[in-house]
C-alpha cells in the first residue's frame, strides 16, 4: 500500500514532515485539581490530576518524595471497533507505567514528601500516537494544577515507510507494520525522558527518524508554551490584576 | 469527597427547606445544560452533556445482529456506562466498577424496561416499592405503557428473517458533580436523536432458517425516530423537601432519592428508588406528580438544546 504518494503526499493530505493539528484546553474537569485536553489530528485525550493529597495506601508512603501514579484507560467508542474492556488489559497496564515514569522524571518529588499525585488519562478517540498525546496532555494538567516539575515533558511520534520518514503517525500509518519510534523530551534542558521503537530499524535511519521525532517534540513544547501563556493572562484578567 | 462539618450541611439542609439552595437555585430548578452533539466521529450517533461540573458522553454504536430467539421481530440494545478516573480518583482500577453497574441498570430499566427490553416494568415496581398498598399498585402500572422508551420493534429490519440491528449505547461519566443519572438520560437521549442508521437491502431468496444476505448502503440513511425516548428526573430528599439536579454535596445529605423516567407522552417509562429511609406510598405519588411537571420543562429544554446542537451540526458540515 502507498503511504506516501508520488507527489509526496500523506493518506491525510500531510507533507512527511508536517504534524497533525494541535489544539489544547486547559481546567475542563472542574473538580480535578488539574485537567487537561489534548488533541493531535483525531486522537483525543483527557488528562485530571489530582494532588498532592495524602496517600491512600499507608505502606506505599515515602518519606522523602511524593508518590505518583498514573491510570490510562480508552472509552468504549475510542476505537472504530468497539472495544469490551475500557481498562486493566495488558497495552493500558504498560503505557500507564510508561507515563508514570516519564512524568516522575520532570516532577519535583522531593518537595512533597509523604504525599500521592495521581494521574488519570482517558482516551476519548484513538487515532495513533495516544501515548504522545496523554504524556502532553498530563503535562498541561499537571502545570494547572501548579506542581512543580523541572521542564514540561513533550513527546511525538515518528515513522518509517516507503523509504521517507514520516513525522506523527496516524492509526492508519501506524498499523502498517513499519516501525514507530516515540520520543518524550524535556525542552528546555534538551534530555530524552521516553525513547521506545516497535519494529526494526537501520541503525542511520533510526538516528533520522529519532531526530524528527524530537523536532516534531519541540514544535509540541513551543505550542503548550503558548497555551499556558494564554492560560495564565486569562487567570490574570479573572483576579483583576 | 472531602467531609462536610456540620455547620455545612446545616446551611445545605437549611437552604433547601427555604427553596434557596447553595448556589441560589430554586428546588426545582435545572442547573444550566450545555449539549453539544456529533463529537465522536466514529460512532453512529454521540452527544456530550454538561449538568453545571458533571459532564458526560453517550455514543451510540449500531452494528448488525442475529434477534433474541423469543422475541423475533425486536431488536436489541445494550446498554455499557463507564466511570472514568478522571470524575473521581476512588474509580481508578475497579474502584468504579459498583457505581458503573447500577448506572447501567438504572439506565436500563428506566430506557428499556427491564433488561429483555420487550415486556412492561411490573415486576420491578413491586420489587422497588414495598410499602405500596394494593390500589396504589394497580393505579401505578395503568400508567405503564408495554415497551415504553426505545422502540425496539423499529429495529427489526425484516419480520421473521435473522437479521436486527444491535445497538451499543455506551456512556462516560468525565466529571462528576451529582445527578449522573439524570445527564446519561439526557445524553443518550441526544445522542439518539444524532444516530443515523444505514439503510439495508436483504436477499428475499434466502429461506427463513438461515441468515440472510444483507448489503448495508454507505450512502442512504434513515434517522432513528427518537419521540418515544425518555427523560429522567431524579429527585432527592433532603430533610422534608424534594430537590432537582441534586450536586454532589447536597447527594451527601440525602435520606432518600426517587427517579423516574417519563417521555413527551406523560407516560412513566421506569422508576427507580435509591437510599435506605422508607416512604410513605402518597409520597411517592407526589413526587411522581412532580416529577411529570418537571420532566415537561426539561424535555422542552432538552429537545431545543438538541435542535440547535444539530443546527450547529450541519453548518460545520
Known sequence: MEFVNPEGLRLDGRRPME??????????????????????????????????????????QSNDEALVRCEYSMANFSTGDRMRKPKGDRRSTEISMVIRQTMEACILTHLMPRSQIDIFVQVLQADGGTRSACINAATLALADAGIPMTDIVTSCSAGFLNGTPLLDLNYVEDSAGGPDVTVGILPKLDKVTLLQMDSKLQMETFETVMQLATEGCKAVASYIREVLLENTKQLESRRGV | ??????????????????????????????????????????????????????????????????????????GKVSIYVDCSPTAEPSFQGRGGE????????????????GKSGAGT???????????????????????????????????????????????????????????????????IKAALSNTVIPKVQVSANAPSDETPEVDVSDEEFLQFDTSGVPVIVTLTKVGGHYIVDATTEEESQMSSAVSVSINRLGRIC????????????????????????????LMNKLDSEIAAAEACDEMES
Open chain 2, 121 to 187: 416494568t411490573y415486576e420491578h415496581m413491586t420489587i422497588r416499592l414495598r410499602s405500596l398498598h394494593i390500589h396504589l399498585l394497580q393505579f401505578l402500572v395503568s400508567e405503564f405503557a408495554p415497551g415504553a422508551g426505545i422502540d425496539l420493534s423499529s429495529l427489526c429490519i425484516v419480520r421473521g428473517k435473522k437479521v436486527c440491528w444491535d445497538l451499543y449505547i455506551d456512556g462516560l461519566v468525565v466529571s462528576s458533580d451529582g445527578n449522573m443519572l439524570d445527564a446519561l438520560g439526557a445524553a
Open chain 1, 19 to 60: 504534524m497533525r493539528q494541535l489544539r489544547a484546553e486547559i481546567g475542563v474537569v472542574s473538580k480535578a485539581d488539574g485537567s487537561a485536553v489534548f488533541e493531535m489530528g483525531n486522537t483525543k485525550v483527557i488528562a485530571a490530576v489530582y494532588g498532592p493529597r495524602e496517600v491512600q495506601n499507608r505502606s506505599q
Open chain 2, 1 to 74: 469527597m472531602v467531609g462536610l462539618s456540620l455547620g455545612e450541611q446545616t446551611f445545605i439542609k437549611g437552604g433547601i427547606e427555604q427553596d434557596l439552595r447553595t448556589d441560589g437555585r430554586k428546588r426545582l430548578t435545572y442547573r444550566p445544560i450545555f449539549l453539544e452533539t456529533g463529537i465522536i466521529p466514529q460512532a453512529s450517533g454521540s452527544a456530550r452533556v454538561k449538568l453545571g461540573a458533571t459532564d458526560v458522553i453517550a455514543s451510540v454504536k449500531v452494528e448488525l445482529g442475529k434477534p433474541n430467539p423469543s422475541y423475533p421481530d425486536k
Open chain 2, 270 to 297: 421506569g422508576l427507580t428508588k435509591r437510599g435506605g429511609a422508607g416512604l410513605h406510598p402518597t409520597v411517592v405519588l407526589d413526587t411522581i406528580s412532580a416529577a411529570k411537571h418537571v420532566s415537561e420543562q
Open chain 2, 98 to 113: 459498583e457505581l458503573s453497574t447500577e448506572l447501567s441498570s438504572a439506565l436500563e430499566r428506566c430506557l428499556l424496561g
